[in-house]
């Protein structure tokens, strides 16, 4: 037996071991997703349970090294765990931006002490996370953005807004972009760390046709940040802020994990479906979708070893957010007119119906389907730019 296959036989008896049978089902609602932060209230003691127990081996972030709260896996490994968790259709233990996002800018950016303060809070899920990039104004041009840090010696005071912080009104702390430099478009902007109980920070919720949203409007006000809570060299944040955007459009193209880009074609057939023309559509973007997770595989494989193109990420942005798309529309065509049923009990309360408006913002966050589409055509392709 090879040290991978003994490798896999000791994670495949952990699981077995410690993954309660509830978090083994598919997520139906918003709250089966653990969070955690200072403020998470937990569904049940199964989904308590599951964090502890991966916590505690470092499996919230199997890749991230030891000393930061991790299990040390390798790339081979790390691939291994991702597996054996599909086998058995475990849920992630913990949904994170500090995981898909900050997590791997401090790994790059962040110096020695705040690596270990942060990090390990970040793994046990013991602080939440959102992030402070758009303003109104400054969404696809986000190096147009005005939230100014003014120096006081000691510390910056920050004023400013920002707008669609997903879950600004639920999180601990924001990792925020701040103009530290009006002189210099580019060279002028820092990448600041600070609690949201801060006196002058508040926030907005701003409320979509899904009848429901994550978004809010944030704003600040006087806020005083001290000055070791940068990320990186000061006005050298936008650097941060690249490598941070790769890493959170790798997180949009699987929507956060691999569950909404599973075959839908087998789910609808068992419904009887009928029309030759929808069932081939069915057929294509199963195959699609396989394509997709096998592409997935390919670029993790890739970025673990630091092969991977710097465009890949908006590459998988822009085919997984596309995709998501086409699923919902077919799972709502596949439904016929009860898929547009909005507060029954039968239809879950309209889960299907929001979750498919919910899905056009996939196109729009992160970076919009045509801006990733001119950064692969000048980048990837070496197309010539207009």
């Known amino acids: 037996m090879s040290d991978l296959d003994a490798f896999r036989a000791e994670i495949r008896a952990w699981l077995e071991e410690n993954c309660p049978p509830e978090m083994r089902e598919p997520a139906r609602e918003e709250d089966d997703a653990c969070w955690g932060g200072r403020n998470f209230k937990f569904k049940n003691e199964a989904q308590k349970q599951w964090l502890e127990r991966c916590a505690a081996k470092g499996y919230t972030v199997p890749d991230w090294p030891k000393a930061y709260g991790g299990a040390g896996m390798n790339a081979a490994q790390a691939k291994v765990w991702r597996e054996e968790m599909h086998r058995i259709n475990a849920r992630a233990p913990l949904s994170s931006f500090g995981i898909w996002m900050l997590g791997p800018a401090l790994l790059k950016f962040g110096t020695e ?29 986000l190096v147009s953005l005005q939230t100014f840090g003014e120096d006081k010696g000691d510390h910056w005071v920050v004023n400013g807004q920002k707008i669609w912080t997903s879950y600004a009104n639920k999180a601990d702390w924001i990792f925020c972009l701040v103009r530290t430099d009006k002189g210099n478009k580019y060279q002028g902007i820092s990448f600041l760390l600070f609690d949201m109980t801060t006196p002058g920070v508040s926030t907005k919720p701003i409320l979509l046709i899904s009848g429901s949203s994550p978004f809010c409007e944030t704003f600040f006000d006087n806020v005083v940040v001290p000055k070791d809570q940068i990320v990186g060299e000061l006005n050298c944040g936008w650097d941060v802020a690249k490598y941070l955007l790769g890493h959170e459009r790798e997180m949009i193209s699987g929507a956060g994990g691999n569950d909404r880009l599973n075959t839908i074609g087998a789910v609808l057939n068992r419904a009887g479906l009928e029309d030759p023309l929808l069932r081939a559509d069915l057929a294509q973007f199963d195959v699609d979708a396989l394509a997709f997770s096998a592409m997935g595989e390919k670029f993790l494989d890739e970025i673990k070893v630091g092969k991977a193109h710097p ?6 942005k822009y085919a997984g957010t596309e995709l998501n798309k086409r699923r919902y529309e077919l799972l709502m065509a596949g439904g016929g007119s009860a898929s547009l049923e909005w507060e029954s009990e039968a239809s879950d309360g309209g889960a299907r119906a929001r979750t498919w408006l919910r899905t056009k913002a996939n196109s729009i966050e992160g970076g919009t389907s ?15 730019g207009a």
Not at 371 to 377: E, F, K, T, Y
């Open 113 to 141: 002490e705040q690596k270990v303060h942060y990090l390990g809070q970040i793994a046990r899920g013991e602080i939440r996370w959102c992030q402070g990039y758009s303003e109104p104004g400054s969404g696809s041009d």
């Open 311 to 316: 465009a890949q990420p908006n590459m998988m």
């Open 370 to 384: 045509e801006v990733m589409l001119n950064v692969i055509s000048k980048r990837i392709l070496d197309l010539p």
